[in-house]
Structures are given as C-alpha cells and as structure tokens.
C-alpha cells in the first residue's frame, strides 16, 4: 500500500533539546511539505521541499531545519531556537508540475516539549 | 489580510440531512485552485474535492459538492445526507497560480469548520 509514514506518533521531549520527525512516502512524489498545527488552527507551512536536495523556507521557519537526501524521505528537525515547539506535525507530498493535485498528508506526530 | 475564512467554528447538522461549509477566499491571481480536507479526531489529513478557477462546472465527489460562486470568491462544501462518521474538523484550502515546478503556489489553509452529527 503506498502513503506517507510518520513516526512516531507521540513524541516528548525536554525544553533545551533538539528533535527529529520522521516522514517517509512510498508514492514517488517529488514534492514533500511539513505543517505545524496549533489547537483550533488551520495547518502552517514550514517547509517544502519540490526536488531531491532542494528545500524552502515556508511561512514559519525559524527554529526548524529539514534535509531532502532520498527523493522518499523527508526529516524535520525541531531545534531549541524553536520557541513554541508544543504542536501536532503534519507532513504530505504531492506530484510536482500540476496545481490541481492534491497533496496526501501522513498521520502526524505530536510532539510535546516540557 | 487572510486568504482564506471560514467563519463557522463548529457546525452541528442531524444526521441524513445536508450540511454547508462556507469558505470565502482572497486572491488576485486569476488562476487557482481551492480544496477541502477532512480531518478526523485521529489528525490524518484526508482529501475531498477539488475546484480549479477555470473548471466551469461544480465539482462533485460522491456526497460532496463544491458551490463555487467566483463572482462572490466562495467555495462552500456540501455535505449531503450526512452521517456519524462525518463528524470531523473540515479545511478549505487554496493553491495559487499554475504552471509547472516551482511556479506553483503551497497550499493556503482557512482554519477549520468543527462539524458534529447528530444521531
């Protein structure tokens, strides 16, 4: 079956340390995005990413960093400069060059910093 | 300003009837593209109906239409006879521009419709 794997889907973590979200996707999209949601928000951009080693910044950046070695993977670290980690963690893919597709989205991870 | 407004926080709707999602969006780009996602209580984000700028006719997708009234810049999401299983926070969500690669836009998020069923 193909999708997008995030794990894990609880993760805890102590102020001070950084973190890393895993995404995985077996569907051979090109394009990969992370989103941040807070409790009673729409989902932000962080990251994108159309091509293997090639990213961009999104709307809410700071505090984050992304790398794209595999055309399959697609990690997020939450560094300690994020000062708001506390949020559920989305990451989709999608084919590239067509604005009409859809973007097919993981579980999530919800991570908690304390 | 925001791009996309959805201005019902929560939405209740008994079961077997029809329910609208209203979505008003705000571009200058004359070529788009708008959705809805469902998201349940377990947090997946799941795809239900696309309505590109230029499509003439309203999108359907089993029991889900799109009113597109672009005149107005809306794109209210019917549900129709709903069901339990309907029940679930509800996202428009718009992509501007066209073209191939990175000339595309990222999708743009409204935040949220919470619709309840009611048996």
């Known amino acids: 079956d193909g999708g997008i794997t995030q794990s894990p889907k609880y993760l805890f973590r102590k102020e001070g340390q950084n973190v890393t979200l895993s995404c995985e996707q077996n569907?051979?999209?090109?394009?990969m995005y992370w989103y941040r949601q807070d409790p009673g928000q729409g989902l932000r951009l962080i990251y994108y990413?159309?091509?293997?080693?090639?990213?961009q910044k999104g709307d809410i950046a700071e505090g984050y960093s992304v790398s794209r070695e595999k055309k399959e993977s697609f990690p997020l670290t939450v560094t300690s400069a994020q000062k708001n980690p506390t949020a559920f963690y989305l990451c989709?893919?999608?084919?590239?060059?067509?604005?009409?597709?859809?973007?097919?989205f993981g579980p999530g991870t919800r991570l908690t910093v304390t | 300003a925001q791009k996309i407004t959805q201005t019902q926080p929560g939405m209740f709707v008994q079961e077997k009837e029809a329910v609208t999602l209203d979505c008003t969006y705000d571009?200058?780009?004359?070529?788009?593209?708008l959705f809805w996602y469902k998201q349940p209580s377990s947090g997946e984000m799941i795809f239900l109906i696309y309505?590109?700028?230029?499509?003439?006719q309203n999108a359907t997708e089993g029991r889900y239409s799109l009113n597109f009234q672009k005149a107005r810049k809306s794109a209210n999401l019917v549900i129709s006879a709903s069901q339990l299983g309907d029940s679930a926070m509800y996202f428009c969500?718009?992509?501007?521009?066209?073209?191939?690669?990175?000339?595309?836009?990222?999708?743009?998020f409204g935040k949220g419709t919470k619709l309840s069923v009611k048996p």
């Open positions: 990413s159309q091509i293997v080693n090639d990213f």
């Open positions: 989709a893919s999608s084919i590239r060059g067509r604005s009409s597709y859809e973007q097919y």
């Open positions: 569907l051979n999209h090109d394009a």
């Open positions: 309505q590109g700028s230029y499509d003439q």
């Open positions: 969500a718009m992509r501007e521009g066209t073209g191939y690669g990175g000339s595309q836009g990222n999708l743009i």
């Open positions: 571009t200058s780009d004359p070529s788009y593209g």
